[in-house]
């Protein structure tokens, strides 16, 4: 069948994209569902810094590549042993499949799975097929999703079922955002009732960390933000405070609001000094929790005594230590009663074809989240 796809051919193309135009929207064949996949149609898909920093070459991927990791569909048809999903379902997209059988996700850390990893990084599904060719020349799948399509393939370990009452546009969110930066506060970082916490980075995964710590019943909740309306955004959503990272006296600031710093500093710029000011501001015997991607070559220099002589802890999170067969849900029924009003992080409602456009208004930090609606 016919699909229409993002199409990227080569990363790094210089800004801005409403000149450069890195992605094309080109009409391509999409090959039936295999053993274990499903064909959905696309509803909605949300424009991520995950995947702005493969259009960037920050996070280099095996190219052609259909973009797109994080959206909600519709099931159309699903192929030979599928036992998890039938046509009609309401599906979030992950862009993590965990295979069930590895020792990750044998641990409990689905997010982790090696094999997963491994079909990702060459532009595979999770059961090694490619589904997608234009020009006869097979397109990569971009994390086993390429969801800024009218329709994907994916396997069925791809996908989360929905209760249909769950609006499908705002539920695109579920599958990148909120598992990301609700999960990197109540998972990883497991933030309790009257703690402090501060929020650096006010992207669209921020700002859901953000509402995650409010949901959570955090005392002090400090958005940190180099970007004034981003700060502004925060405090409109519920924030007790907002700081300039970029201020001189910044980690002054946020000592006057919590004496000795955060109980837990959520760091999701995807930038050093951001995890660097993130790390000093968390009090002694905190936490401070990354669910940023930074460049692949980015380090981080700390007082390694800091970690034994104040008992901080440094602790990396990835799709928020998510099990999105349960977190999923449960995001969503937070959202639909409030705790989690991500529905106000949606600022651009978007078509496929002005996705260049919707890059370029990323890479400018404008707005927070953008949807593709189908």
Do not use: W
Request: aromatic content about 4%; some cysteine.
């Amino acid at each position: 069948m016919k699909t229409k796809i993002a199409l990227l051919r080569e990363m790094g193309l210089p800004r801005p994209y409403t000149t450069s135009k890195p992605i094309e929207i080109v009409e391509a064949e999409l090959s039936p569902s295999a053993s274990g996949e499903l064909l959905v149609k696309l509803v909605a898909a949300g424009l991520c810094h995950s995947d702005l920093s493969v259009v960037n070459g920050n996070r280099p991927r095996v190219m052609p590549m259909a973009l797109g990791h994080e959206a909600s569909g519709i099931v159309e048809a699903v192929g030979p042993n599928v036992t998890r999903f039938q046509p009609g379902d309401h599906v979030v997209m992950v862009f993590i499949p965990s295979c069930g059988h590895c020792v990750p996700c044998a641990e409990g850390r689905p997010a982790l799975c090696e094999p997963g990893a491994v079909a990702s990084g060459k532009g595979e599904l999770l059961g090694g097929t490619k589904h997608i060719q234009f020009k006869c020349e097979d397109i990569n799948h971009h994390l086993g999703v390429s969801a800024f399509s009218t329709h994907a393939v994916v396997a069925q370990e791809s996908c989360v079922k929905i209760d249909q009452s769950i609006p499908l546009e705002t539920a695109a969110v579920l599958g990148c955002a909120v598992l990301t930066g609700v999960g990197a506060v109540l998972n990883s970082g497991q933030l309790q009732a009257g703690q402090t916490c501060a929020v650096v980075g006010l992207g669209g995964v921020g700002l859901a960390a953000l509402l995650g710590a409010l949901a959570a019943g955090a005392e002090k909740v400090i958005a940190v933000d180099i970007n004034a309306e981003k700060r502004q955004f925060a405090l409109d959503l519920g924030a007790h405070y907002a700081i300039d990272p970029s201020d001189a006296d910044a980690t002054e600031q946020l000592h006057k609001i919590v004496p000795g710093g955060v109980d837990l500093a959520v760091e999701l710029a995807g930038a050093v000094p951001a995890l660097k000011f993130a790390y000093d501001i968390t009090k002694r015997g905190g936490q401070t929790v990354t669910a940023g991607l930074p460049h692949p070559k980015a380090e981080l220099s700390f007082p390694a005594v800091s970690l034994t002589a104040e008992e901080k802890t440094l602790k990396g999170s990835y799709v928020g230590s998510c099990v999105p067969l349960r977190d999923i849900p449960r995001f969503a029924k937070m959202m639909v009663s409030k705790q989690l009003p991500v529905e106000k992080l949606i600022t651009h409602r978007i078509k496929l074809e002005d996705v260049n456009e919707g890059f370029e208004r990323l890479a400018n930090g404008e707005g927070i989240r953008q949807l593709i609606i189908f």
